[in-house]
């Protein structure tokens, strides 16, 4: 009947209704013989019930809400009937045909037939017994009650334990898939902390030392013994800095690697999806070149933005806008969800997840001298601007040359 994969217990349950059903034949069948009434014609009916049970279990097409299952439980009732009209014996036999309907049938259709079979159970014994008794109306039904029960409870339990199954599943399933992001934001975050750092200390005391060297090489006369040296190390200095250029360029982030800030930017909105949330991108002024930090700071910042957007805002709608000005350069980034209160996190009911995003744009835009401005309101949305000074292309000590 059933190849579902149910539990190993389920396969000891249709064990035990196979031989449950061929026993209580046997018995209607073994009473025949000994009370000597129509003995012949119960024992050739009982091994017919007992023939078309065994067909319909070994039967592939007998599948629960199938025809050929509810067919073959209609031969299976025909049979049971001429054998409960012959002994009445046969009435215990309506135990495992309850199983067997609640099994196979529809619940809609189910309930029906268990309730028919119990009425022809206790018709039966009415009419081989002529007398009317409590016991003759409790013992069906009660079977019929406890084989609903049974049936319907196991149903239910088999169906939760899937869902947990599914459930662990997709646990493990994303449990997996949250160690590898840790492990590529863990490797991204190395690689922009290196890059950081280079910038910040080789790269910036290399562009300091070339300057000084340049001056000191304007101010020598051009056949002092000392030119030279200066010169060479000068070059030397400024070999070096764009050695370094080069290694923070090799450590950026990979969406910058192909591409300009504007680039990344339009990937970014357009890849981000969320439920009926739609992400637009502008770019505002004349385009600069920017360092490399500011690159990543920029990008990093709207990448967090638009993760608290999808995460906790509700939004439909968020817009991006990189603008560009004479002495600043900055990122907004607006959308028309839920709000909050600024400084009490999310207005979401489980706020563990939050609470980290806007500290660490701050903490990028105070690194690189700009400030980052928040302004929400619950039910207003959430506008998160990023201001960065540009720097000062001589590359005086103090600003950024790399």
């Not at 922009?192 to 000084?212: P, V």
């Not at 060297?213 to 400024?238: F, N």
């Not at 907004?332 to 706020?351: C, E, S, T």
Request: proline share 7%; aromatic share 4%.
């Amino acid at each position: 009947m059933d190849s579902r994969a149910h539990p190993p217990v389920a396969a000891a349950l249709r064990l035990c209704l196979h031989a449950l059903l061929v026993g209580l034949l046997a018995l209607a069948a073994v009473r025949a013989v000994g009370d000597g009434t129509h003995a012949a014609t119960v024992v050739a009916v009982g091994c017919l019930m007992a023939a078309v049970y065994a067909a319909g279990a070994l039967a592939p097409a007998v599948q629960p809400r199938t025809r050929a299952g509810a067919l073959w439980l209609a031969a299976l009732g025909a049979v049971w009937l001429a054998l409960l009209v012959l002994s009445p014996e046969a009435l215990w036999v309506a135990f495992p045909l309850y199983f067997l309907q609640l099994h196979l049938l529809p619940t809609r259709w189910a309930l029906p037939a268990v309730a028919v079979t119990a009425a022809a159970a206790i018709a039966c014994f009415v009419l081989h017994s002529q007398a009317v008794t409590p016991g003759a109306f409790i013992g069906p039904l009660l079977g019929a009650a406890v084989a609903v029960a049974t049936v319907l409870g196991y149903e239910a339990l088999f169906r939760e334990s899937e869902r947990r199954r599914e459930l662990i599943e997709e646990l493990m399933s994303t449990r997996a898939e949250l160690a590898e992001a840790e492990r590529t934001a863990g490797t991204l975050a190395e690689r922009e902390r290196l890059a950081r750092e280079i910038h910040d200390t080789l790269a910036q005391g290399l562009s300091s030392i070339q300057l000084l060297l340049r001056a000191a090489e304007r101010t020598l006369p051009a056949d002092a013994p000392a030119t030279p040296h200066v010169r060479r190390a000068r070059e030397a200095a400024q070999d070096n800095l764009a050695e370094a250029r080069r290694f923070v360029r090799a450590l950026s982030p990979p969406d910058l690697e192909n591409g300009s800030l504007a680039a990344a930017l339009e990937r970014l909105s357009s890849r981000t999806t969320g439920p009926g949330l739609t992400v637009q991108f502008a770019v505002s002024g004349t385009p600069v070149e920017l360092p490399t930090p500011y690159e990543v700071a920029l990008l990093r910042t709207a990448q967090s933005a638009l993760a608290n957007t999808v995460r906790h805002a509700g939004a439909g709608r968020a817009e991006i806008t990189l603008s560009f000005m004479d002495t600043s350069v900055s990122l907004d980034v607006v959308d028309d969800g839920r709000g909050f209160l600024p400084g009490r996190g999310p207005v979401v009911a489980d706020q563990d997840t939050g609470g980290f995003g806007l500290p660490a744009m701050r903490a990028r835009a105070r690194s690189l001298g700009g400030t980052l401005s928040v302004e929400s309101a619950p039910g207003q949305g959430t506008a998160v601007a990023l201001t960065l000074p540009l720097p000062i292309p001589d590359g005086r000590p103090g600003q950024d040359a790399a």
